[in-house]
């Protein structure tokens, strides 16, 4: 008997050895797009081009599921759907975790919570996004983008100081182009409000911290996309949830949740999972720089498709403005990844902290 327990031992610890190598290749592909045995399932750049299509689909489906949220079931709450986005992403990042899609950090949380890099992340993902829709809210489209144009020199200038990373002569220049052709797509129609450009302002600084910082501190800790946003959503959902009552109006306690509405928004939380997912992705291995740009290129796309599928009224001049951002935001991806698989070569400087620290944890 005592011969046949150990042969059953044997065999389920071979069996738990086994799902947990199943696991570590899953993790391992899934973040760095190598197999467990270090040869690569995907180029560099076809790796970067599924993170780039990925959020790029994902952020046009989940802008028309949240224009049906707030037009045809009225749920006119930006902050609270926020907050619902996040719970079913925080859901979702759980679910695959109990799969062992990915292993969680090596960290304590009492270690994270004393961890000044850490904790500015966490507000920061928790304060943007309302902040966002408040300013999309209050402003026009046209004085709405003119802001995210912003966000660009912010990035390129936390960058700099941050971690001295300076942009090639060939980014520059189409970096320029971009933030030109999204000016003149977006000239017209610059209606504002006080508090929405106060909004707005507050918003820009953030916004280029919230993308920065998220790949920095996934650098620091040498962990993986999903796993960061295990330990960060919990802390941002905190955050968020104290400022949406600033940001929402009163009376969604009074909302009726028919079975349309829960449908729509369920399904806008379940997208905002592949959004936040992929943006993420994008912004934690390729850089804050092409988070920004996709973005651009999405308003962009959706105005020539709305000419051509809605017949929406936009002039020549608009048109053209946003077809040479399309162009130059693509030719800046390229070059974006042909750079950086020479920089994977030649090899990557640390990434330094954005607050130091008087201590070291041990």
């Known amino acids: 008997l005592e011969s046949g327990n150990n042969n059953s ?19 391992n592909i899934f973040s760095t797009g190598r197999s467990h045995d270090g040869v690569s399932a995907c180029t560099p750049s076809m790796i970067d081009l599924s993170y780039l299509f990925f959020n790029f689909v994902s952020t046009i489906a989940v802008t028309f599921i949240n224009k049906i949220c707030f037009s045809r079931v009225e749920f006119g709450y930006p902050a609270a759907l926020c907050n619902i986005h996040f719970l079913v992403t925080l859901f979702g990042v759980e679910m695959l975790y109990r799969a062992k899609v990915f292993q969680k950090m ?31 809210k209050l402003n026009s489209i046209g004085f709405y983008q003119i802001f995210k144009l912003l966000v660009t020199p912010c990035v390129v200038l936390l ?42 302002l507050i918003w820009v600084p953030f916004a280029a911290m919230y993308k920065v910082q998220w790949g ?22 905190c955050v968020q949830a ?13 909302f009726v949740w028919t079975i349309e509405a829960m449908f729509w928004i ?14 993420f992705l994008v912004m934690g291995n390729i850089s804050a720089l092409a988070h920004v740009l996709l973005g651009q290129l999405k308003t962009a796309i959706i105005m020539i498709g709305a000419t051509i599928l ?3 009224k936009y002039s020549p001049f608009q048109l053209l403005g946003a077809s040479g951002a399309v162009v130059a935001i693509v030719l800046y991806s390229f070059v ?16 330094l902290p954005l607050i130091s620290k008087m201590s070291q944890h041990h």
């Open 159 to 200: 960058e700099y100081f941050l971690d001295r990373k300076i942009l090639s002569r060939n980014r520059t220049v189409l970096l320029v182009l971009v933030c030109v052709f999204v000016m003149i797509s977006s000239y017209s129609a610059l209606a504002y409000s006080h508090y929405g450009t106060l909004c707005a």
């Open 310 to 312: 809605f017949g929406s």
């Open 242 to 254: 104290a400022i949406s009552p600033m940001v929402d109006p009163p009376g969604i306690l009074n």
């Open 106 to 136: 090596d960290v304590s949380h009492r270690h994270l919570r004393r961890d000044p890099n850490f904790i500015a992340i966490a507000f920061v993902v928790g304060v943007v996004t309302p902040l966002n829709n408040t300013s999309l």
């Open 9 to 27: 031992n044997v065999k389920d610890r071979v069996l738990v050895k086994d799902e947990d190598m199943k696991a570590s290749k899953v993790h």
């Open 266 to 279: 369920g399904l806008s939380g379940v997208f905002a999972f592949l959004v936040n997912f992929s943006g």
């Open 336 to 351: 974006t990844i042909k750079e950086k698989e020479q920089t994977l070569v030649v090899g990557e400087k640390d990434t």
């Open 216 to 237: 920095r501190v996934k650098k620091m800790y040498n962990t993986s996309t999903l796993a960061l946003m295990r330990a960060v959503l919990p802390y941002a959902i």
